[in-house]
């Protein structure tokens, strides 16, 4: 039984930090690209990092050098560490994983398995 679940998630202050974690059973780590996306009501999807099966990691422009995606085998975890937060970061976070889609942030909506979302407010 695959499962993922997101946690971490809360209100901060713009310039604020958060730490989400994708916590993954049931699937493997070879060869499985993990993504966070994010994602507003009323709006499009939004993909943010994704990390493949070799820990190369992929980021959003809007995101990239504040965000850090990092993966734990030994846990099956997949964290996104968030700093110098902005208002415009407010949105449902996501962990989606795949093991037969190519990882992109393209990718993202084919992929099997896809967490409840945590909520992220900045303000």
């Known amino acids: 039984h695959v499962q993922l679940v997101e946690s971490g998630g809360g209100s901060v202050q713009a310039g604020g930090s958060l730490r989400l974690t994708c916590k993954t059973t049931?699937?493997?780590?070879?060869?499985?690209?993990v993504a966070w996306f994010r994602q507003v009501p009323g709006k499009e999807r939004e993909g943010v990092a994704t990390?493949?099966?070799?820990?190369?990691?992929n980021y959003a422009d809007s995101v990239k050098g504040r965000f850090t995606i990092s993966r734990d085998k030994t846990k099956n975890t997949v964290d996104l560490e968030m700093n110098s937060l902005k208002p415009e970061d407010t949105a449902i976070y996501y962990c989606?994983?795949?093991?037969?889609?190519?990882?992109?942030?393209?990718?993202?909506?084919?992929?099997?398995?896809r967490g409840q979302g945590t909520q992220v407010t900045v303000s």
């Open positions: 049931g699937i493997g780590n070879t060869g499985t690209c």
């Open positions: 989606a994983a795949s093991s037969i889609v190519p990882c992109g942030f393209g990718n993202v909506p084919r992929f099997e398995f």
């Open positions: 990390v493949d099966g070799s820990g190369r990691t």
